[in-house]
């Protein structure tokens, strides 16, 4: 059978993330723009009719079920669950919610029907599951187990539950909720379930497989390969399989066979089948799509022919350059949510297939559309950048994870001239003004000019990239306090930086010191967002620690020679090597009793920030023994000294490659010990631990473009801000915020109403600097969401 697009369904105005269907035929999709649709066959055709908008979610609404008639409800309900921890009940023709269901303590992301009437089971990332008696709206089970997010629950025919978590496993319970067993397999986090039998289960995967299961012998059964990135939704139904996902792909699975239906869309978040064998689809661009392989439901042909180029458009956008610009690289619509700089600044945006030019309105205070942009044909050598051609059209990268900015020339024009109208353009610093001219010169070779003197060439990639103000910025060291000594004793993470090449510089959040590698001053950007790179403890004074832990090893029962123990602090030395014995004892202090093992910690905070220890401690199986260490210190039960240091540890380890893909790889873990961490016990460095780590993760979501991440992060941080009351720790969190924020508008349905509150509240500036930083920041994220 060959699946045809049959109607489109508009009316959301962000992401559909949700999807559930009724034997009637009807459609519930849910949003992030915090709003629940039911869709009814129109009568007349295929197309379908928007009957009823529900709300009652402060946040974006992520699941949805419907429950059948029974009892107390007969004509059923609708749930949904949402990103404010709320499950909303309503009556399918009520647009208010008739109750709440109020005991998760996280974003509520699943719902599902029980086998008995009236009830609905819910998994959350609190990492537990929940079972429902509605009619009474009582809680009757909580399931827990996983560590991390339980991202999908469900029962089995024969009575039996399974949970999907982040934490790659699926577990089984008993009808009365009795742990039976763990199905392992996927490699990545497990998004869906779906049950194909009363005993066989199906589960999709982050790492783009779909696996079947018996669930009474743990037996895996298939895997099924054909998606190429995540996969967010799967069901099963009358013998057949549909999956969606982060591949723009629809699948429709006969056997382990597939049919794929490609829209014109970066995620498809949900799919579901109505009764007629239709398949629905929900969408990043906040569309419900049907698909029929009945020819008498599908679209007309002029239909299907816009659709197919729709398709054809959106993956040619990837490769298409318009005036010297790729338009992949081009940010969309969610970059019109940033006022302009000055009255008249024009900026491309791609829409869809498109590239539509805006020009910044001053009087108005909004961006004005001038038209679409088209392509033109260059002349041979000869480059065509806004309309005209020029000789050269340089990439010029001002930070990581943005579009390079593009600086046009022709031989003979004045370099100066020309760099002095590209830092005007771009509204760059008049310090980089001889840093671009020598550039200019340099790499177009141009004999018309007298080149640049001796050591005026790019100093940061020395190719035909220029990075101004490039170079690292590490982070800033914060001082800390150590309950267990006193005044002039060892503080972890305090003192000056210790030795190595680097230089002190003023950190741009909290006006202090900031230690930068190298020698390379960094940069003070006049918006304290987007952040680029990775903050980093440095500070830290290594005799003190040397000596507390000289003191502590004597108390222990297998304690190490006092040389092994040296070896062990020089580790923490900037510029250090890998000494393998030093970092086998390292590893080995770890696991020091919890009272005790603050100073080992902070040496491998130190010791993480060199490449090769860095790659020693984070490669397997060291990377996966290092974790174990930290997850305990992080859980609700560890020190607070213990928990800060942790975070500290995490948060340098993501200094190289080998540490950051491993820290990446513990993502969903992290965010959630962070949200289970802030709380009003938090003390000063802990609250700006964990806000940096934060920061951190926010950078690293856009670095590897894992969008439900940033979702997770951004909702992480609404979660989480209001418990901050330091000021360092609630700038590092606005910067988290802004950044995100400003990458997608897609971003801005996470931020919840306490964080709102909060961003208003901060806007007053104070005497202290870090007070005013955090004001302005407040300031530019309310701007960005348009509420100041």
């Given at each position: 059978?060959?699946?045809?697009?049959?109607?489109?369904?508009?009316?959301?105005?962000?992401?559909?993330?949700?999807?559930?269907?009724?034997?009637?035929?009807?459609?519930?999709?849910?949003?992030?723009?915090?709003?629940?649709?039911?869709?009814?066959?129109?009568?007349?055709?295929?197309?379908?009719?928007?009957?009823?908008?529900?709300?009652?979610?402060?946040?974006?609404?992520?699941?949805?079920?419907?429950?059948?008639?029974?009892?107390?409800?007969?004509?059923?309900?609708?749930?949904?669950?949402?990103?404010?921890?709320?499950?909303?009940?309503?009556?399918?023709?009520?647009?208010?919610?008739?109750?709440?269901?109020?005991?998760?303590?996280?974003?509520?992301?699943?719902?599902?029907?029980?086998?008995?009437?009236?009830?609905?089971?819910?998994?959350?990332?609190?990492?537990?599951?929940?079972?429902?008696?509605?009619?009474?709206?009582?809680?009757?089970?909580?399931?827990?187990?996983?560590?991390?997010?339980?991202?999908?629950?469900?029962?089995?025919?024969?009575?039996?539950?399974?949970?999907?978590?982040?934490?790659?496993?699926?577990?089984?319970?008993?009808?009365?909720?009795?742990?039976?067993?763990?199905?392992?397999?996927?490699?990545?986090?497990?998004?869906?379930?779906?049950?194909?039998?009363?005993?066989?289960?199906?589960?999709?995967?982050?790492?783009?497989?779909?696996?079947?299961?018996?669930?009474?012998?743990?037996?895996?059964?298939?895997?099924?390969?054909?998606?190429?990135?995540?996969?967010?939704?799967?069901?099963?139904?009358?013998?057949?399989?549909?999956?969606?996902g982060e591949d723009r792909a629809v699948r429709v699975w006969t056997g382990k066979e597939s049919e794929e239906i490609t829209l014109p869309v970066q995620s498809v978040w949900a799919v579901a089948r109505l009764p007629n064998g239709d398949i629905v689809t929900g969408t990043n661009d906040g569309v419900v799509r049907i698909f029929s392989a009945d020819p008498a439901r599908q679209a007309d042909q002029a239909t299907l022919a816009s659709f197919q180029d729709d398709i054809a458009n959106f993956g040619k956008a990837d490769e298409q350059e318009i005036g010297g610009v790729k338009v992949s690289d081009l940010p969309g619509p969610e970059a019109l949510y940033e006022p302009g700089r000055a009255d008249g600044q024009t900026k491309m945006v791609r829409e869809g297939a498109k590239v539509v030019c805006y020009s910044w309105s001053a009087a108005n205070g909004e961006w004005s559309k001038i038209g679409d942009v088209m392509g033109a044909q260059a002349a041979p050598g000869k480059t065509i950048y806004n309309g005209k051609e020029y000789d050269f059209v340089f990439s010029v990268d001002i930070e990581d994870g943005k579009p390079p900015l593009k600086l046009p020339y022709n031989r003979g024009d004045d370099p100066w001239l020309a760099a002095q109208q590209f830092i005007h353009r771009n509204f760059l610093s008049q310090q980089f003004l001889e840093q671009v001219a020598n550039f200019i010169i340099t790499n177009s070779k141009d004999d018309t000019v007298t080149p640049p003197v001796s050591g005026a060439v790019d100093p940061f990639t020395g190719g035909a990239r220029y990075i101004p103000g490039g170079g690292g910025g590490s982070g800033a060291g914060v001082t800390g306090t150590d309950p267990f000594t006193g005044g002039t004793r060892y503080v972890p993470g305090s003192g000056p930086p210790t030795q190595g090449s680097g230089m002190s510089t003023t950190d741009p959040f909290t006006g202090g010191t900031r230690y930068v590698p190298n020698g390379t001053p960094a940069a003070s950007p006049s918006n304290l967002f987007p952040q680029t790179s990775y903050l980093r403890f440095d500070q830290g004074n290594l005799q003190p620690i040397q000596d507390k832990l000289i003191e502590l090893n004597q108390r222990q029962p297998d304690n190490v020679s006092q040389d092994d123990l040296l070896a062990v602090v020089k580790l923490?030395?900037?510029?250090?090597?890998?000494?393998?014995?030093?970092?086998?004892?390292?590893?080995?202090?770890?696991?020091?009793?919890?009272?005790?093992?603050?100073?080992?910690?902070?040496?491998?905070?130190?010791?993480?920030?060199?490449?090769?220890?860095?790659?020693?401690?984070?490669?397997?199986?060291?990377?996966?023994?290092?974790?174990?260490?930290?997850?305990?210190?992080?859980?609700?039960?560890?020190?607070?000294?213990?928990?800060?240091?942790?975070?500290?540890?995490?948060?340098?380890?993501?200094?190289?490659?080998?540490?950051?893909?491993?820290?990446?790889?513990?993502?969903?873990?992290?965010?959630?010990?962070?949200?289970?961490l802030a709380t009003s016990k938090a003390n000063k460095t802990l609250q700006i631990a964990l806000a940096t780590?934060?920061?951190?993760?926010?950078?690293?979501?856009?670095?590897?473009?894992?969008?439900?991440?940033?979702?997770?992060?951004?909702?992480?941080?609404?979660?989480?801000?209001?418990?901050?009351?330091?000021?360092?720790?609630?700038?590092?969190?606005?910067?988290?915020?802004?950044?995100?924020?400003?990458?997608?508008?897609?971003?801005?349905?996470?931020?919840?109403?306490?964080?709102?509150?909060?961003?208003?509240?901060?806007?007053?500036?104070?005497s202290d600097p870090t007070q005013t930083k955090v004001a302005n920041c407040a300031r530019q994220i309310l701007n960005l969401l348009k509420l100041q």
């Open positions: 059978m060959v699946y045809k697009l049959s109607s489109i369904l508009f009316g959301h105005s962000l992401d559909v993330r949700s999807l559930a269907t009724t034997e009637d035929g009807k459609i519930i999709s849910t949003s992030r723009d915090k709003t629940a649709k039911v869709w009814i066959p129109n009568g007349l055709n295929a197309g379908y009719n928007e009957a009823a908008t529900l709300r009652g979610h402060t946040s974006f609404v992520s699941c949805v079920c419907v429950l059948s008639p029974f009892p107390q409800y007969p004509n059923g309900l609708i749930l949904t669950g949402g990103c404010d921890k709320k499950i909303c009940a309503f009556h399918p023709t009520l647009f208010q919610p008739l109750f709440i269901l109020d005991d998760h303590k996280d974003n509520v992301c699943s719902l599902s029907a029980g086998i008995q009437p009236g009830f609905v089971l819910s998994s959350s990332w609190d990492k537990s599951a929940k079972l429902w008696r509605v009619g009474e709206q009582e809680c009757v089970l909580t399931l827990t187990g996983h560590e991390l997010t339980i991202w999908r629950v469900l029962q089995m025919a024969n009575g039996t539950i399974v949970t999907g978590s982040a934490d790659k496993t699926i577990r089984v319970y008993s009808p009365d909720g009795t742990y039976l067993r763990t199905l392992t397999g996927h490699k990545d986090c497990v998004r869906d379930l779906a049950a194909e039998s009363a005993v066989e289960l199906l589960s999709c995967a982050n790492d783009a497989t779909i696996r079947k299961w018996n669930v009474d012998t743990g037996e895996s059964l298939e895997v099924y390969f054909g998606h190429k990135h995540y996969i967010y939704s799967l069901v099963a139904s009358a013998g057949l399989m549909v999956s969606g923490g030395n900037l510029g250090a090597g890998a000494d393998s014995a030093a970092l086998t004892t390292l590893r080995r202090l770890l696991n020091w009793p919890p009272e005790v093992v603050f100073p080992v910690l902070d040496v491998t905070r130190l010791a993480l920030r060199n490449s090769a220890i860095n790659d020693s401690l984070c490669a397997e199986p060291q990377g996966a023994e290092l974790m174990t260490v930290l997850e305990n210190h992080l859980s609700s039960s560890g020190l607070p000294t213990n928990q800060m240091l942790a975070l500290r540890v995490t948060c340098n380890m993501m200094s190289h490659p080998r540490g950051e893909a491993l820290v990446i790889s513990k993502r969903h873990f992290l965010l959630a010990a962070v949200r289970q780590l934060l920061l951190n993760l926010s950078v690293a979501v856009l670095r590897v473009n894992d969008v439900p991440c940033q979702h997770e992060v951004v909702a992480s941080l609404s979660l989480v801000l209001p418990w901050l009351p330091e000021p360092e720790a609630v700038l590092r969190g606005f910067v988290a915020l802004g950044t995100l924020l400003q990458h997608s508008g897609s971003l801005h349905a996470e931020v919840g109403p306490e964080t709102l509150e909060r961003l208003k509240t901060s806007q007053t500036a104070a």
